[in-house]
């Protein structure tokens, strides 16, 4: 699994239970419903990462301007900025980006000669990662099941 923040950084997590939840994700006939499925469950377990940076990130109390602390969402869409950097991998992949659009991320995050670095979104990610993959193998395990008894629900009625 990948995750790419605002700044294009990609982070590569393996957790424990994954060949057995892609397993079950392929006893979903339909494409589709495999890819909603997947899409729900990293948006869900990527949110408080979201929300721990946009609560650490600093404020700019002079700007009526979008503020950087309210800007990290979870998303599947880039912009084209972004996604000119980034490249995607096989089609069938579902993807998620945690990030920013906002021009000050980098620059916060990291610096620049006029100030130095502010990190914000690193050490979010840093402090929900592990709790993040627990809760998105537990939630796509809950997820899997219900789709498939739904199915066999829908094959037995007819």
């Not at 909603?36 to 949110?47: E, F, G, I, M, P």
């Not at 395990?141 to 629900?153: D, G, N, S, V, Y």
């Amino acid at each position: 699994m990948c995750w790419s923040t605002g700044v294009l950084q990609v982070f590569e997590v393996k957790f424990e239970g994954g060949r057995e939840l892609e397993a079950a994700l392929a006893e979903i006939e339909r494409a589709a419903t495999r890819k909603s499925l997947a899409r729900r469950v990293l948006k869900r377990t990527a949110q408080p990462v979201a929300d721990k940076a946009n609560a650490t990130a600093p404020k700019d109390e002079d700007s009526t301007d979008k503020q950087l602390n309210e800007s990290y969402v979870v998303t599947s869409k880039l912009t084209k900025r972004q996604a000119a950097i980034e490249r995607r991998g096989n089609r069938d992949d579902v993807v998620m980006y945690v990030g920013t659009s906002h021009p000050a991320g980098v620059q916060q995050e990291f610096g620049n000669r006029r100030h130095g670095p502010q990190p914000h979104f690193r050490p979010a990610w840093d402090v929900g990662r592990d709790q993040m993959l627990e809760r998105m193998r537990q939630d796509l395990a809950m997820e899997i099941q219900k789709t498939l008894a739904r199915a066999r629900a829908k094959t037995a009625r007819g």
